[in-house]
Nanobody
């Protein structure tokens, strides 16, 4: 069974930075596109960023220029470097992937942006 475990969330002041990680297992990580999705309280899921198996990256307009997605295939780990954080970035962040036609999500990591 595909496993995705996020970490790295926490409380940060506006303008601060966090680096999220997603440890993947039980599938050939390097062969699959990986995505970060976030969900703020009372709102639906919001797509944040994606990296394909070849390393090409895509970003939502709301995070472009501030967030950087990357992957380390040797470590089976996905990252999201978040800089210049804003209060509106506060959410639970999930890493997701689709393997053999099924969507998999981690348990999420909470990011709080507040002074």
């Amino acid at each position: 069974e595909v496993q995705l475990v996020e970490s790295g969330g926490g409380l940060v002041q506006p303008g601060g930075s966090l680096r999220l990680s997603c440890a993947a297992s039980e599938f050939t990580f390097g062969s699959y596109d990986m995505t970060w999705v976030r969900q703020a309280p009372g709102k639906g899921p919001e797509w944040v960023s994606r990296i394909n198996s070849g390393g090409t990256t895509y970003y939502a307009d709301s995070v472009k220029g501030r967030f950087t997605i990357s992957r380390d295939n040797a470590k089976n780990t996905l990252y999201l470097q978040m800089n210049s954080l804003k209060p509106e970035d506060a959410a639970v962040y999930y890493c997701t992937t689709m393997v053999s036609g099924s969507d998999y999500w981690g348990q999420g990591t909470q990011v709080t942006v507040s002074s």
